[in-house]
């Protein structure tokens, strides 16, 4: 370039370039939008959208107190809300009340760590077993994970309901959870599992003010083999992971899955890839975390929409289908651990159901704050906060542009437009934070130059 043009080009006296640098395995988090408002608390006579009204939580209370005989419930985690207060009121009337929860192994084991549990809320479970000690027949297991209540299962008119959330303050009035009610041949099956958990499976047991102590081994032939045809679950008749790949071999409508956690080391991994791969369209809602990002990151790369929240615990299926959409909610993740260890249940929802839940859980596509991306340019991405995981998790911001001045700028420092192209770089620790750079600088021409030096 000839020294006329580079001084046209100086003369402008300010450059603007694209930020060219691309990001990997990113959470957009949108706050301009109202998302739990336009979410709301939905519920109708047997489907629940959780929220801060607590709605939900009323209404398994309300079923409690009217309970004549039996209450058993189940829970990862439990703490002082209606449920137990009403659970504590059944057993003063003489209903028998039967717990089954997490070990103290187990939550010690997640204590610190990054899960759906947190440190406050795990010492009040404990504070409060040792309330219903004395009230309720507790046992405990690594592997309790499901969350659902049944009241007198063994009457002609029982009462249930299946949750995502456990049931403690947070869970029932803040994450975006599901509960649905049971239909009596539902709650049959399920009081069935919960009597083998109980019997079979549990590891402690809190019969006393005492602590927790170890179960004895019973007979194994006590109970006969359980058969199972209205739920599905880990290690039961109708399984909970081939129930999920056999649903999604035999349908070919849009996917929309709600998880907390998806693991890449299983099965269902493998045919969610192939399915995207053939062309099939994947909408996934889940919380962003450390553990998700790379499996999440295949998925995109295959094709599938990822959305994200916060608070985000649900867990379920949906599919489009035409002539009859799909729908399933169940209590455990789509990881190794829940497909063959946890005691996790879920169940198929009505035609009725799908109706009312399909177009809510689709409409998280257009207003849930959250998206992922597993590989994007700067530039084209929207401004606002970001969030990512390195060490530790970080919390960043996008903005439109940025200025970086470069001071006085003369012809005898430049000798050609290769010199002054070096002066645009982007500082180091600007490079993440805005989409393009605005570089400004003061241009002293020659003339000016030498009639500074007569002066003096």
């Not at 010690?108 to 759906?116: A, C, L, P, R």
């Not at 999920?244 to 849009?254: S, V």
């Not at 907390?260 to 995207?276: A, H, N, P, R, V």
């Not at 002293?444 to 007569?454: A, D, E, F, G, I």
Request: with cysteine; aromatic share 10%; glycine share 4%.
């Amino acid at each position: 370039m000839s020294q006329k043009n580079l001084k046209v080009l100086l003369k402008n006296n300010k450059k603007t370039i694209d930020n060219l640098l691309s990001l990997e395995n990113i959470w957009h988090i949108d706050t301009s939008g109202d998302f739990d408002n336009k979410m709301k608390e939905f519920y109708s006579p047997d489907i629940w959208f959780i929220g801060k009204n607590r709605i939900f939580e009323r209404e398994i209370s309300k079923a409690i107190e009217k309970a004549k005989e039996l209450v058993v419930i189940c829970s990862f985690l439990i703490q002082e809300t209606e449920i137990t207060n009403a659970l504590l009121k059944a057993s003063k009337k003489g209903v028998r009340i039967y717990l089954l929860t997490a070990s103290e192994q187990r939550l010690n084991k997640d204590q610190g760590k990054e899960s759906e549990t947190e440190n406050d809320r795990i010492d009040e479970h404990k504070k409060l077993l040792r309330i219903l000690k004395t009230k309720c027949f507790i046992r405990t297991a690594r592997h309790f994970h499901a969350k659902y209540v049944l009241i007198d299962p063994k009457n002609e008119n029982p009462a249930g309901y299946l949750s995502s959330a456990n049931f403690t303050q947070h869970a029932l009035s803040k994450n975006l959870e599901i509960g649905i009610k049971l239909n009596k041949k539902q709650i049959v099956n399920l009081f069935n599992t919960f009597c083998y958990a109980f019997w079979y499976q549990a590891e402690h047991e809190s019969l006393s003010k005492e602590s927790l102590r170890s179960v004895k081994k019973i007979n194994e032939n006590l109970f006969d083999k359980l058969k199972i045809d209205h739920i599905f679950g880990a290690n039961q008749d109708i399984g909970f992971k081939d129930t999920l790949e056999e649903t999604i071999k035999e349908t070919t409508g849009p996917i929309h899955l709600c998880t907390f956690s998806i693991e890449q080391s299983t099965s269902l991994f493998d045919i969610l890839i192939k399915q995207l791969q053939n062309g099939r369209k994947l909408h996934i809602y889940t919380r962003p975390s450390r553990k998700g990002v790379e499996p999440l990151a295949k998925l995109k790369e295959s094709g599938a929409q990822i959305k994200g929240h916060t608070l985000l615990h649900m867990k379920g299926m949906f599919i489009e289908e035409k002539g009859k959409s799909i729908g399933m909610i169940f209590t455990g993740n789509l990881t190794s651990q829940s497909f063959n260890d946890s005691y996790d249940v879920g169940i198929f929802l009505t035609k009725e159901q799908i109706q009312i839940i399909l177009p809510i859980v689709k409409s998280w596509n257009e207003i849930i704050p959250a998206t992922f991306f597993n590989s994007k340019k700067i530039k084209n991405l929207k401004t606002g906060s970001y969030i990512r995981w390195k060490k530790n998790k970080e919390h960043f911001q996008i903005v439109e542009n940025k200025e970086i001045t470069l001071g006085e700028l003369d012809n005898e420092k430049i000798r050609d437009v290769k010199d002054f192209e070096s002066m645009l770089k982007i500082p180091e620790g600007l490079k993440e934070s805005a989409k393009t750079f605005t570089f400004l600088w003061e241009y002293l021409p020659r003339s000016k130059q030498k009639n500074t030096k007569r002066t003096k």
